[in-house]
């Protein structure tokens, strides 16, 4: 049904999709940032610098991923900082226990993160209580519940087996100083998986149509209930994954862990084009929410004109500005594509590019 | 949809539960951080006007006691209330304090102080509201170590005019505004002494570049042991070392690893980072051992020696230096308990005896303009071969 629908509309917008204009948007927004900041900071276009930023930013880039899966549902996620904690916590106190390797690390982080996420997805999908109302609740429940757990103690780096402090150097192959991190590869590999299974199957679509409407996605019979609790379970559990990053990046895990990150992880979102009133958006644009602002970040901290006290308004200036500059481009170019649709639509007759627009959500359910 | 609002009524009183919850967690560090520092000139204005009446005030509260001449063994006596207010409850010197204090409370007879504190140290203006409610509910003693520059002046003031006894540790008020005495850990300029003899010993008599990676630029106390190592070097025995840059990690464990990997970059000459921060010291140890640069740069400072022990071994971190925060604790009980039971007097030259610790002087403190000190002391050094654990 997609593939068709999408062939139905017209060739001119296929390229030119709004979500194209607006990851590519983003994509020249980070490369005018980074000759800015090769102007300002001495030996900043290097190698280097691009391991810097493919390393730490993992972290950020799947807990964007996390947060963009609910709120194309028209949710939020606000716990996804205290998942991070409870699973690295979890996951360190796990091997330094036992001693196992990363594929059985990286499954407790993801169960963990699972369980936990299909906590918020009850509540949600089946409590009826608004996703902020219960992540904000589930932040600080998950986050009390560790600080009682660990009792103020830390997971120590020293417990921990070794190859957990060296995961994040493991580099799989060298392009002139460019070095392809696992830890980087697995982060997009995610990213990608879920682009395109939003993008293509069924239930990726029906969530960007429970996000666009719900009202009427429920009304088109589709199971509005199960789709957003799996999609809070999948938040959690890319949390999860994102814990164990954690935990391999820091080495020693107090109960403090990731806080914060939540905030981080919307501003991803939304600055990677992700509307928060759900329905549109890609992992894509995600993705480059998460490395615009980690590169900001790390640039940042090298620039000694910005005095510590400044950096936060700085960054938080620049990510407004990056916004606005984003949205009137987009609006320049959604008035020309409306146009052509209208236009579009004078031709071919409404049905079949309205079908067109509302994409595979609605269309799936005959199959259904 | 009915049965979708029924089981909605169900779930909402666990909801209600879980946002009471809510209220006892903590809030993230980094937003609050500039909210603290865009208070902070607020703060200032009203601290020199009350700052000159606190030095009468405490002087008037005590005068029963007995001051100077011997010492004064603190013994058990009555049960008293007392708050102990950590930087923040999450980093683990907090809580070994506080094990400390409990030690002390149990040996004087005395209920536990009740441990309560921002869950997250880059909260700095959490600790206001604690004060706030330790005086409100009027406690026998409060005990602090300050994360809030002179921000918690108002409060402690407050606590001094309602008869509180606050007792530093750790952390002392800058400008000792409502404070009774501080329990220094060591002494801060030998604070700045030991981390520049560290330093030196790791880059050797040929010196080198090196960089501080401190907690908040709000934490009273690293800025005083950055300012006496600066003192330090400023002597020609310790010319050939090079303060590049300070930078702050917030005592999170993420922007410290961020803070230590711009140092690298930003000074391809650097040797050595020297961290006073037991959670930084730890975080550019990891940051150096990840990205491989461990046989470069050596990371030194303050920390924990369980913590470090991965590092003292891998080389990365060749020595620190701490106190026993368990001791720290225990010390702080002893004097608020001393100072609420009226035992002791918090003045010049009162000395007294603290259970198994033993004898302490009260003195002017030399590292402050105003306040009094009992410095408990003496630093250890952890390396290869004494790894401490």
């Not at chain 1, 996620?77 to 409870?86: K, Q, R, T």
């Not at chain 1, 699973?87 to 993160?113: E, K, M, S």
């Not at chain 2, 809510?22 to 009203?46: N, V």
């Not at chain 2, 049960?79 to 930087?87: E, N, Q, V, Y």
């Amino acid at each position: 049904m997609t593939e068709s629908a999408a062939e139905a509309a017209p060739k001119s917008t296929r390229f030119l999709r709004p979500e194209r204009v607006k990851e590519a948007t983003l994509l020249a927004i980070i490369a005018v940032s980074v000759l800015v900041f090769a102007f300002l900071i001495e030996g900043y276009l290097s190698g280097r610098f691009f391991n810097r930023v493919t390393t730490s930013v993992v972290v950020v880039t799947l807990l964007a991923a996390a947060q963009a899966l609910v709120i194309f549902s028209r949710n939020i996620d606000l716990s996804v900082g205290s998942i991070v904690g409870v699973a690295a916590y979890l996951t360190g106190d796990f091997l330094a226990a036992t001693g196992q390797g990363p594929i059985t690390a990286v499954l407790v982080a993801i169960v963990v993160g699972a369980v936990l996420g299909s906590v918020n997805g009850l509540l949600v999908a089946y409590g009826g209580v608004p996703a902020i109302i219960v992540t904000l609740g589930t932040l600080a429940l998950f986050r009390t519940l560790l600080s009682i757990y660990s009792e103020g103690a830390n997971v120590l780096a020293g417990d921990l087996p070794s190859w957990v402090l060296e995961f994040n150097n493991v580099t799989l192959f060298t392009i002139a100083g460019f070095q392809v991190r696992l830890v980087f590869l697995i982060a997009v590999f995610v990213v990608v998986g879920l682009q395109f299974a939003l993008a293509r199957l069924r239930w990726g679509r029906r969530i960007y149509a429970i996000g666009s409407n719900p009202s009427a996605a429920a009304q088109a019979g589709l199971p509005t209930a199960s789709l957003v609790f799996w999609s809070f379970v999948g938040s959690g559990a890319l949390a999860g994954l994102a814990g164990f990053m954690f935990l391999a990046r820091a080495g020693t895990i107090s109960a403090t862990a990731g806080a914060g990150l939540e905030l981080e992880s919307v501003a991803a979102a939304v600055v990677g084009g992700v509307s928060i009133l759900g329905g549109s958006g890609t992992m894509v644009g995600a993705f480059l929410g998460a490395v615009f602002i980690d590169t900001l970040k790390l640039s940042l901290v090298r620039v000694p004109e910005v005095s510590e006290f400044w950096r936060d308004a700085f960054l938080g200036i620049l990510i407004l500005a990056a916004v606005i500059l984003d949205t009137v481009l987009r609006n320049r170019f959604n008035r020309r594509w409306s146009a052509e649709a209208r236009k579009a639509m004078e031709s071919t007759g409404p049905s079949a590019v309205g079908m067109a627009r509302m994409a595979g959500g609605g269309g799936g359910t005959a199959d259904a | 949809m009915t049965a979708n609002k029924r089981r909605s009524r169900v779930l909402g009183p666990l909801v209600v539960v879980a946002l009471i919850l809510a209220a006892c967690g903590g809030d993230s560090g980094d937003t609050t951080t500039t909210a603290g520092e865009a208070t902070t000139t607020a703060a200032e204005a009203t601290t020199t006007v009350v700052a000159e009446t606190t030095t009468s005030a405490a002087a008037e509260t005590t005068t029963s006691a007995a001051a100077g001449g011997e010492a004064v063994e603190i013994t058990a006596g009555d049960s008293i209330t007392a708050t102990f207010l950590p930087k923040c409850t999450n980093i683990a010197v907090f809580p070994q304090a506080n094990s400390g204090a409990e030690e002390a409370a149990a040996e004087l007879g005395s209920d536990p102080a009740e441990f309560v504190g921002p869950a997250d140290c880059g909260d700095t203006t959490g600790q206001i509201e604690f004060m706030t409610n330790a005086v409100t509910q009027g406690v026998d003693a409060i005990m602090l170590s300050n994360n809030s520059g002179d921000q918690l002046d108002a409060p402690a003031q407050a606590a001094a005019d309602a008869g509180i006894p606050v007792v530093t540790w750790d952390s002392p008020i800058p400008s000792a505004t409502g404070e009774s005495v501080f329990v220094a850990q060591v002494d801060f300029d030998e604070t700045g002494q030991v981390m520049a003899e560290m330093a030196r010993t790791i880059l050797g008599d040929d010196g080198g570049e090196f960089a501080i990676l401190s907690a908040t630029p709000d934490a009273a106390n690293q800025n005083a042991w950055i300012a006496a190592m600066e003192e330090v070097l400023a002597t020609p025995e310790f010319e050939n070392l090079v303060l590049v840059e300070t930078v702050y990690g917030n005592d999170v464990a993420e922007d410290s690893v961020t803070a230590a990997l711009g140092l690298v970059d930003s000074h391809p000459d650097l040797e050595l980072i020297m961290a006073p921060t037991t959670v930084g010291i730890v975080a550019a140890a990891q940051a150096m051992t990840q990205e491989g640069l461990c046989e470069t740069i050596k990371v030194s400072g303050l920390g924990l020696p369980e913590e470090m022990a991965p590092y003292v071994e891998s080389g990365c971190a060749p020595e620190f230096a701490l106190w026993s925060f368990v001791d720290l604790g225990y010390l702080a009980y002893y004097v608020a308990y001393g100072i609420a039971t009226e035992q002791i007097v918090a003045e010049e030259g009162a000395t007294f005896v603290a259970g198994r610790m033993g004898e302490y002087e009260i003195t002017a403190d030399p590292t402050r303009d105003a306040g009094l000190r009992v410095l408990m002391g003496p630093f250890s050094k952890y390396n290869a071969e004494n790894p401490g654990t």
